[in-house]
């Protein structure tokens, strides 16, 4: 089993100065360049096994909290039955010896598990445990990573708003697990009976995407790539040796690898109806 993937808050915090005045110059000089749509020069792998050698303990540690998003996923591709998502920390395998040796995940976890006790009722739930990551991870957070968090989890609460507009969904139920005194949250819930959904100004843009690919989730999700990426890039500007750098890098890397398997797999739909036809 994997060492602990939870650091406590006042554990992140002692060390965020150390973690700030960090700069990898060797590293930095490694990494070539990301773009979207390009197949990348460096696998996520082959990044993971050059910062596991070459970062500090402490430093490595931010790499495992970026992962553990996705361990969360994870939790609900485990409860479903489904494939895990190969950025997480845990393979299928420690995930399941994890939640049976109630280990290495965070503690709410565990709560969560405890208080819904089928997977059923787990699935049903889902959204109050990745809330409460979230707002964990968040506040445990500083600098770039803070950012980035809380980017990530603004455009998801948005993306529920949108969506909840278009199918009727009662927004109140979909956003139960949230705090509605909070801005974000109240300014959606206000808008319960408008016939549309106007985001915050800061997030004018994202209106656009969702409207011009609604229908078209695989484009939809690589507009929503591009439009993170450039956050992303517009937040830091020239760093190329900061420790902040180079976890936006594998966060990037890790939409740019997604963007690859989107585009393969809308290659395996072409084909498979180029075959359809053929056979008709």
Known sequence: MKDS???SGQEIKNKGVQLAMTNYYFVGTLLPELKIGEVPEIGFNELDQLFRENLSIQDYAKTRTIRTLYDIGNLRAYWKGEPLDPYGNLSANELEEALVTRSVLPPYVFEFIDKYETDEQRLQHYPELQAVFFKDAIKNATG????YLTLERELRLILVAFRAKKLG?????ELQYEDPEEELIAQILAQKDSPVYEPPEKYHDIKTLFEQYYDKPIELHKALIEYRFD???EKLGYEPFSLDRLLAYMIELIMIEGWQKMDQQKGLE????MLHKEGS
């Open 169 to 173: 969904r009662d927004i109140y139920a």
């Open 5 to 7: 993937l939870w650091l």
């Open 270 to 273: 072409i084909v498979d109806t």
């Open 144 to 147: 770039f990573f803070r950012y």
């Open 231 to 233: 956050k992303i890039e």
